[in-house]
């Protein structure tokens, strides 16, 4: 009954654990994410809410969170026209969030998006934070690439709109990308602004989102240097080896969101906690190491 997005991504587990055992309980688990996803409250064009409590609102980390889930139980278990029915709202979320969310002038991408304009931290015009989030942006751009793999080819249309977006993305990301690091910024217009500091989740989602773009023929053999000068950030600049040969993460922002006294500015971007080792950083550092072995083996 929260209806909260952020539950659902553990589906995808639940989808291979079906796959490699056939054991219905793993079915039905399933089933009851997609259920959500049903009754899940939707903005007037169709956009999830990021959770109940959070009234109207599209966020950037909501589209991870949901979208590869729904397309990929819909190619497993739905067929005809529920199937497609199901891929069209996948590809909806996308085509809303790049309306609503995305910025015209610089490419990037707002954390969250108001349609009714009443929080606090919404533009009153546009309905749009304030700030340009990294791992926001992260979220969303790993969610274009994972959910090329279950849009069948015969959906032209669709898959020229989500790879059209990959691209768009990888020009936005490559320009705001730290020239001497390879990494990328907490806030990333601002890398002098006072506080501002090199995000290790941030920049592990963008290595795995070039990566796998790059090893999928969404984008082309020219984004290699900056998917390699990013990987080379998550080694020199995030990761610790101890005595003991175990290694930690560093330089993660351990969580922000919007409403209830979270502003979105960027100054409550500086403010929360930064973390070692939490799951919304190191795995994305798997993921980016699995594309980046494929990357640098090719041929």
């Given amino acids: 009954k929260n209806f909260n997005i952020d539950n659902i991504p553990p589906g995808r587990n639940l989808l291979r654990l079906y796959q490699r055992t056939q054991d219905e309980k793993f079915r039905l688990a399933a089933a009851a994410l997609r259920q959500q996803l049903t009754e899940h409250p939707k903005t007037s064009q169709g956009a999830f809410w990021h959770k109940t409590k959070y009234t109207n609102q599209l966020w950037l980390d909501g ?63 546009t309905g749009q934070s304030p700030e340009f989030w990294a791992r926001g942006v992260g979220w969303l751009a790993m969610a274009t690439v994972d959910v090329l793999d279950s849009i069948p080819e015969k959906n032209v249309d669709d898959r020229k709109f989500l790879i059209e977006m990959v691209n768009e993305l990888a020009v936005t990301l490559a320009k705001v990308q730290d020239d001497t690091s390879g990494a990328w910024w907490q806030v990333l ?111």
């Fill in 63 to 125: 589209v991870y969170m949901g979208m590869p889930f729904l397309a990929e139980y819909a190619m497993m278990f739905e067929e005809g026209h529920q199937q497609q029915e199901s891929l069209h709202e996948v590809v909806n979320e996308f085509k809303l969030t790049r309306k609503y969310l995305r910025d015209e002038k610089s490419g990037m991408y707002y954390h969250g998006w108001d349609e009714s304009k009443a929080q606090s931290w919404a533009n009153k015009t």
């Fill in 189 to 299: 217009d601002k890398p002098n602004a006072v506080g501002n500091y090199k995000e290790s989740s941030a920049t592990a989602m963008f290595t795995y989102f070039f990566a796998k773009a790059i090893n999928n023929g969404y984008l082309t053999d020219d984004y290699n240097a900056i998917a390699q000068t990013a990987f080379k950030a998550l080694i020199n600049e995030f990761t610790i080896v101890h005595l003991d040969g175990a290694t930690s993460m560093t330089n993660q922002c351990y969580v922000a969101g919007l409403s209830f006294g979270r502003d979105g500015s960027y100054g409550y971007y500086m403010n929360e906690p930064v973390s070692v080792n939490d799951p919304k950083g190191t795995s994305p550092y798997i993921l980016a190491s699995i594309e980046m072995y494929k990357l640098l083996n090719k041929n």
